[in-house]
């Protein structure tokens, strides 16, 4: 994949993917899930490839950023009890590792359009269904 760009109307094309505030030729989510009675578990992995930051000089090659995430729940049935028939309790991680952005020499030190400064991340959540 070539994403032809230019700089300026009439100007030369050139290759923007794997440059920095253009598209990373590479950029995935891949899950797995398992589930098995009331359990259900989904664990994925994020990636987002290499590429290169040409508004610094030298040019600098920014590593690629991998996170993992996973989200395992629990859904009650009414042998448990009426009132919780049907009662869903989550455990979702995003980062799972705490894995760090890669440093991107701008402003922020790291490029918000391919990572996220947030660490680990864990929620709980409880939903019904009627």
């Given at each position: 994949l070539s994403l032809p760009a230019a700089v300026a109307p009439g100007a030369a094309l050139f290759s923007a993917a794997d440059r920095i505030n253009y598209p990373q030729r590479l950029r995935d989510r891949w899950d797995v899930s398992w589930s098995q009675g009331p359990w259900r578990a989904v664990g994925y992995i994020n990636y987002a490839d290499a590429y290169t930051n040409?508004?610094?000089t030298?040019?600098?090659k920014v590593s690629a950023y991998t996170t993992a995430d996973l989200n395992?729940?629990?859904t009650m049935d009414a042998k448990i009890s009426p009132w919780l028939n049907n009662v869903t309790v989550a455990l979702e991680v995003q980062n799972l590792m705490d894995a760090r952005p890669p440093f991107v020499n701008i402003s922020s030190g790291y490029d918000p359009q391919?990572?996220?400064p947030i660490?680990?991340?864990v929620a709980v959540s409880i939903d019904?269904?009627?």
């Open positions: 040409n508004t610094v030298p040019v600098q395992v729940a629990y391919s990572a996220s660490g680990r991340l019904k269904t009627w």
